[in-house]
């Protein structure tokens, strides 16, 4: 049997579950795990919805196209159908901190991130040598002002040659042009300090201990052109007091930083995001 997984969203109406399981089973499918929820402000209907199919490649096909006739577009759906066997290819952009570099490719290779990573492509060669302990390619692609559009093109080829499904940004410091994220909307994921935009600048975790916070977190969100606004996928914080130093607030901040990262990749992985509004549905 093959394993598929249904994102939906639509505006919500009465018997769309039904309509949809009913469905599945008269095209010989089989509902194994379903989960909905339903925006009583925006009156929109989201849903994430597994089953599953014989092998039959031609039959999964006919599916898709029966269920846009049938289903998709009584309802106006915006809908999506993934192999849930099959693993994506997830490209990784690091530049000189190796924290979130160390904790994905570890849970990689421990076959804990059910995806396969091609290529890890850096604007400096600090992190070579992690790539290379791996097993994985590494390209160095410099980025200065003047070369940022010629590097920019040079790494989305890159992109394409190998197929990438997803990009995730593990302390990559760089901006992503529009031109660039518009090629792979919502499929690059970053992860930033939460307390941004009150402590910018290279060292935010000392000006938070000068400033003496109570708390620090890490944010995890789709990179859209609006740098700090993506939709957010997953956060998560830590309670910090006047016995904590400034390396303290740091070695807390890239824990956080570590987790929600491979939080948020583990969602996207196993279909568990749907984006509308610029906010997520998380599933469960």
Sequence with gaps: MK??????NCPDR??????????????????????????????????????????????????????TTHVAENYNMHWEMYNTEKKPRMALFVSKYNHCLYDILGRYASGELKVYIPIIISNHE?????????????????????????AETQQIELLKEHSIDFVVLARYMQIISSDF???????????HRSFLPAFPGTKPYHSAYERGVKIIGATSHYVT?????????????????HIHNAHDFVL?????????????????????????????????
């Design 225 to 241: 052109s609006d740098p700090e606004g993506g939709p957010i996928i997953e956060q998560e914080i830590a309670r910090v007091s």
């Design 3 to 8: 394993k598929t997984t249904l994102l939906i």
């Design 14 to 67: 009465k018997g769309i579950i039904a309509t949809v399981t009913n469905f599945i089973l008269a095209k010989k499918g089989n509902t194994i795990y379903i989960e909905q929820h339903v925006d009583r402000e925006l009156k929109e209907f989201f849903m994430r919805l597994e089953c599953e199919f014989d092998e039959d490649e031609e039959k999964l096909a006919l599916f898709k196209e029966s269920f």
């Design 126 to 150: 600090d992190l070579k040598p992690i790539a290379d302990a791996f097993g994985i390619p590494f390209k160095h692609i410099p980025v200065t002002k003047d070369t940022k559009k010629q």
């Design 181 to 191: 994220i518009d090629q792979f909307p919502y499929k690059i994921i970053n992860i």
């Design 252 to 284: 807390k901040g890239r824990d956080l930083e570590k987790i929600v990262l491979s939080r948020a990749i583990k969602h996207h992985l196993e279909r568990k995001l749907l984006v509308y509004n610029n906010k997520t549905v998380v599933f469960s």
